[in-house]
């Protein structure tokens, strides 16, 4: 075997190693999920890798410390709410009704796996040195800014505000539906989710008029800041 063959065979290792790795990741992810909607979000990574049938020194293999698992689990999460809100989106033709769709289907969703959004959304001391909660918010600002960027572009408008403007949605309705979780859901969700979607409409509705000024969104803080 020549020296490009030997290569050739090393590369198809590592490759199929780092594959093996990234399904393995993904399993034991998936085993702590379960982990924790079952026994709750102060589970521990012993009961973790117990309820996925490995040793602890197996889950440390793959997930370097306590930390690295919390971000594994947290960006699956995201990744969830994300399934969930941009289904009922799409099913929706109305602006205003879009707004809704997505507010209740985070809602139903945190209250429907609250042990999982607890462990996520407040994550113990030992890691907080890593900000799990920002990259969840990274991932489904990320998504929702997709959609912003899409409607303002369709009316001819800079795209530009889609990404803070996702930022500021999330960090509103995220606010909102943890005080609402540990308030043990003083108001019905049917009612906060109009609420906040009286709230935010006020937002996107400007969004109408601004298409309709020429020169879009800066023109439209001009004349509203001169009328």
């Known amino acids: 075997?020549?020296?490009?063959?030997?290569?050739?065979?090393?590369?198809?290792?590592?490759?199929?190693?780092?594959?093996?790795?990234?399904?393995?990741?993904?399993?034991?992810?998936?085993?702590?999920?379960?982990?924790?909607?079952?026994?709750?979000?102060?589970?521990?990574?012993?009961?973790?890798?117990?309820?996925?049938?490995?040793?602890?020194?197996?889950?440390?293999?793959?997930?370097?410390?306590?930390?690295?698992?919390?971000?594994?689990?947290?960006?699956?999460?995201?990744?969830?709410?994300?399934?969930?809100?941009?289904?009922?989106?799409?099913?929706?033709?109305?602006?205003?009704?879009?707004?809704?769709?997505?507010i209740d289907a985070y809602l139903v969703y945190i209250a429907g796996d609250t042990n999982l959004y607890q462990f996520v959304v407040h994550p113990p001391e030992i890691i907080r040195g890593r900000d799990v909660v920002a990259d969840v918010v990274d991932t489904v600002a990320g998504g929702l800014a997709r959609l912003f960027g899409d409607a303002l572009r369709a009316r001819g408008l800079d795209s530009g505000a889609a990404l803070p403007w996702a930022y500021g949605v999330v960090g509103y309705v995220q606010s909102v539906g943890d005080w609402w979780l540990r308030q043990q859901q003083p108001i019905s969700r049917e009612a906060l989710r109009d609420y906040l979607t009286t709230f935010l409409w006020g937002g996107v509705a400007g969004i109408r008029v601004a298409a309709d000024i020429p020169g879009g969104l800066a023109a439209y803080r001009t004349e509203a800041r001169h009328g």
């Open 1 to 102: 075997m020549n020296s490009d063959e030997e290569a050739v065979n090393t590369d198809g290792r590592k490759g199929r190693w780092a594959g093996h790795r990234e399904q393995r990741r993904a399993e034991l992810t998936e085993a702590a999920i379960e982990a924790i909607r079952r026994l709750g979000p102060e589970i521990g990574m012993e009961a973790i890798a117990a309820h996925a049938g490995v040793s602890k020194p197996v889950l440390y293999r793959y997930f370097a410390d306590k930390s690295e698992l919390w971000l594994a689990v947290g960006q699956r999460a995201a990744a969830m709410v994300l399934d969930a809100i941009v289904p009922a989106v799409a099913a929706v033709r109305e602006e205003r009704d879009a707004i809704a769709a997505a």
